[in-house]
Structures are given as structure tokens and as C-alpha cells.
């Protein structure tokens, strides 16, 4: 499910030293993903949500945390749990606190979304499924794995909107401990098969060479929220809506299509993978790190993104900009792009969100993949 969290206000004076807690969580989160999500089939392959960073953004405000910079598109249920409802009676029913949590990570599409609670170490997780099993969680038939009823049923009579272990229409949600992270899933065998020791998303050199070149473009920033993305990303198709016209008139609608295919017509080289990150630090901004054969497609890359830019990311995502390479894993190299916007804005970062935004559209866009 995708999900645009929005609440109400956003403080954005917090200073630079306090947000640049780095790249450490979202390591730490791709360190525990499994590999195998790097072959799913959608662009987007996982989202991921820095609760430290969110939680400065918000400090001194009367909401916290304050939900509505983050735009993502994985289904992380205890995330979207949190924005509806008050911490304290969110923390009654989570097993842990607001402020032991480093971050949320998540992949998948529902029925078979998988999210990893951040937490400080791995006896944070331990003590975290044990006190799921003082609230009623039982094991549930997979090596380590407790839940809290059968899976995928529909039951109105628990539905809560406070409890970050119930979905929207009362189902039950599935806990296993991996190293320093709680994994939730809507059945027990995600649940377990992400918990098994396997090759993490951080170990992939693509992976590893798009953290190179974020840890370069990223500076003294925190990552409030970033979303991993394969090549599939940059393949978006002709936007159907393109041949509906509200008026029936067909010129209206070639000139629509004709208009979309030239866009597609255009682009950049091809990719491996990479990473987008929303910034915040002293001035909002987007980092773009993506992985390629070698420096030279990297910096044409980078050079024609930064070109793209500025035609078509939007009025309210224009800022400086900086195109760079960095040397990465196994002889791969990363495309690197920053763009820092001139004033922060309340609500989504405008420069990320016209990255996220295209996709969700299924409209081309600067990572759009070309053959110019």
C-alpha cells in the first residue's frame, strides 16, 4: 500500500550539528534486508525511514514526531499506525517506545510486505519479543516466529487504529528478531524467511557502491527517508491517463502521448541500482547516488541528470546543483547528484518529492532511463 503520511505541522529550525547523524542507520537497515528483495519486480525496492532524523525535525513542536515530510511506498504498518494515533497509546500496544527506535525499513507489496524495527542492539530486539508475548503474541508454527492470530483474517472486532500490530482491517501481524532488528510481516513464513541468515542488501557491491557515492553527496545532512531503486525505476512506461482526455478531443490526446514519448525518448544510461535520499541540514535537499559500470557512463550520468533537472523537476525543486562520481565496489562506480533547495518548506521536500512523485505517477522523470 502506498502511503503519503500527512499530519499537521513541521519545524524546521532544528540545527545541522543535531541532524547529521550520518549514514549509520540506513547501513544498519540494509543490513538486514535480504538480498533476495533486490530482484522483485518493481523500481521501488525498499523504503526507508530515519526516526532519529524525523524525531529532531519535530523537536520543540507540538507534534512528535511530525509525519508529513515522508512519502513512501512500502506498506509498514506500525509507521502508518503511528501517525494516526498518540505515542503513549501506540507504546501500549508496541512492545517498545517511540524514542528506542532508530529507524523503519520495508519492501514488499501487501499481502507479502516485510518492515524491520531499527533498534538499538540485539538485546533491545530480544527484550522487544518478549514483551510482544507479554501482550498476547503466541508462537506461531515458524522456527522463532510469534503472531498475534491467523494470518490474513479479516476480524472488525480488533481492528485499532493505535495498534501497530493490527492491520486496518483487524488482521493479525507476525514478529521474528534479527541481530539489533524486529521484523514484521502479515504471515509467519516472511517473517521467518527474512529472519534466516542469508547475503544482506547491504553486502551487494551495487548497493555498497550507491552508499559510497550517498556518503560523498550527503556531507553533514541527515537522511530523513530514502527509497532503494532498481533499474525498473528508470523503465516507466507511457502513463495510461495520457490517452484519456477529459473533453474527447483526439488532437488533445495525441499531442499528450506524442508530448510522453518524446520524454521517453530521452534519458540517461542505463543503471545497476541506487539510492535516492531526502536531506536535511543546514537547507533541504535530495541526494541521488547510482551505481554503474565505470566512471565514465557515471559522470555522463551525473551530468545529464543535473541537465534534467532543471527541465523537468518543478519550479519548487530547483536549487544548487552538484554531479560527481565516486569509486565503488568490485570496479563499479556511483553517479552522484545533490541538490540543495534555496528555503526548507513545511510538508514534503520538494526536490525529493519530485523524484517519488513521477514514479507513483508512472510518469518519466530525471532517473528516467534513455538512449540519448
Known sequence: MRQHLIATSLLLSISAPAMAQGLDNLRDGLDHLPASVLSQQQGDVAYFIDMQVLGDLSAGSDTTPTFSRLMFGADINALASLARTEPAAWESKAGTSQEALRYFIG??????????????????????????????????????????????????????????????????????????????????????????EQPSV??????????????????????VQAVVISPVFGLTGLDPSALLSSSGDMTETRQNIEAQMAELGSGIPPYLGGIVADLEGEQQGVGIALAYPDCTIAQQAADLIAERWVG?????????????????????????????????????????????????????????????
Open 107 to 196: 519492501y514488499g507489496r501487501t499481502p507479502n510486505s516485510v518492515s524491520f524495527w531499527g533498534l538499538a542492539d540485539d538485546a533491545a530486539a530480544t527484550d522487544m519479543i518478549a514483551n510482544l508475548g507479554a501482550l498476547g503474541f503466541e508462537a506461531a508454527g515458524a522456527p522463532g516466529v510469534i503472531g498475534n492470530g491467523e494470518p490474513m483474517k479479516f476480524d472488525p472486532q480488533k481492528r485499532d487504529a493505535s495498534d501497530p500490530w493490527r492491520t486496518m482491517v483487524g488482521a493479525a501481524q507476525f514478529a521474528a528478531a534479527k541481530g539489533s532488528a524486529v521484523i514484521q510481516a502479515q504471515n509467519p513464513q516472511d517473517a521467518a524467511l527474512a529472519a534466516a
Open 202 to 223: 547491504g553486502e551487494n557491491p551495487i548497493v555498497q557502491t550507491a552508499l559510497t557515492g550517498l556518503e560523498q553527496t550527503v556531507g553533514d545532512a541527515g537522511i
Open 312 to 372: 523537468m523537476a518543478g519550479e519548487d525543486a530547483q536549487g544548487e546543483i552538484t554531479a560527481a562520481t565516486a569509486e565503488g565496489e568490485e570496479g563499479l562506480c556511483a553517479a552522484t547528484v545533490n541538490v540543495t533547495l534555496e528555503a526548507a518548506t513545511a510538508g514534503p521536500n520538494p526536490a525529493y518529492r519530485s523524484v517519488i512523485d513521477r514514479h507513483f505517477r508512472s510518469e518519466a522523470g530525471v532517473l528516467q532511463i534513455g538512449t540519448d
